[in-house]
């Protein structure tokens, strides 16, 4: 794996290469969703624009939120932050990370704002729903190849040798991050043939909110790093892949509530 290599005497990480490969790929594809299904392209690219602030902010929120370990050391030893130098790269070393989940929920808000305060159709939000997992499936292959996260030990995985997290070098591990990568682009494709033939018209986000979250909650059965934090015997990412299935729930019943009251008033 190559985590990280030299261009012009720089280093560059490639899971960042592989995440601006996804937000470009992504955008092409935004773009030609838009063209083929007569959406305005404009509003659409900067849709997409701005969910990727909500990606970056919803993302190193909830990576500060599950270290909260270093939140809690920064406040006990405050009287040795000496300087807003030090005090910036303690916020950096906090919040310098990224959580899927975190980035999800920061989007999802990001793209729910911007399409109220614009009027768009539901159809932005159906197109958001094949962008979310193919901008996700670069994502996994950045970890994968990073071997920032990484799975369980595996007679038939891969080892790694340089990766970031040294408790993964060293012994052959099973490739999760490529297992969900798969899952994420077939999840895109999927959700592509639905959005272009318009079935469940306004309900393609609701669609992926269960189908990933399930696959999720299974698939952190195989991931060896623990970093994330053990609640009762579940990951983080767990908890949150099953409070995202309640929610979804309870807002799709919600909304078959109201329009049976609409058609019930008309």
């Not at 773009?31 to 997409?48: G, N, Q």
């Not at 950096?92 to 911007?114: D, H, K, N, Q, R």
Request: proline residues 2%; positive net charge; aromatic residues 16%.
């Amino acid at each position: 794996m190559v985590p990280l290599f030299q261009i012009f005497d720089k280093t560059v990480s490639i899971y960042m290469i592989l995440g601006v490969i996804g937000v470009l790929v992504v955008m092409f594809a935004m773009y030609r969703l838009a063209v083929r299904d007569k959406l305005d392209e404009i509003e659409m690219l900067w849709m997409v624009l701005v969910s990727f602030i909500g990606v970056f902010l919803g993302g190193s929120l909830l990576y500060g939120l599950v270290n909260y370990r270093m939140i809690l050391a920064l406040i006990r030893n405050w009287e040795q932050v000496d300087s807003f130098g030090t005090f910036l790269d303690c916020i950096l070393s906090i919040f310098g990370g990224s959580v899927f989940y975190g980035g999800l929920l920061g989007m999802l808000l990001a793209i729910w704002i911007y399409r109220k305060k614009r009027r768009l159709s539901h159809r932005y939000f159906d197109a958001a729903a094949v962008g979310i997992p193919l901008f996700h499936t670069f994502g996994r292959l950045g970890c994968f190849l990073g071997g920032c996260c990484y799975g369980v030990e595996c007679k038939f995985g891969f080892t790694y040798h340089y990766s970031l997290a040294p408790d993964a070098n060293g012994v052959s591990r099973f490739p999760v991050q490529l297992l969900e990568a798969l899952f994420n682009a077939c999840l895109a494709l999927i959700l592509y043939r639905l959005f272009r033939r318009k079935k469940l018209e306004g309900r393609l986000i609701n669609v992926y909110l269960y189908a990933y979250p399930a696959f999720r909650f299974l698939d952190e059965f195989l991931r060896g790093d623990t970093y994330r934090g053990l609640w009762w015997g579940l990951s983080t990412s767990q908890w949150i892949s099953l409070l995202i299935i309640l929610g979804n729930t309870v807002y799709l019943l919600l909304s078959h509530k109201k329009t049976d009251k609409k058609t019930d008033a008309g």
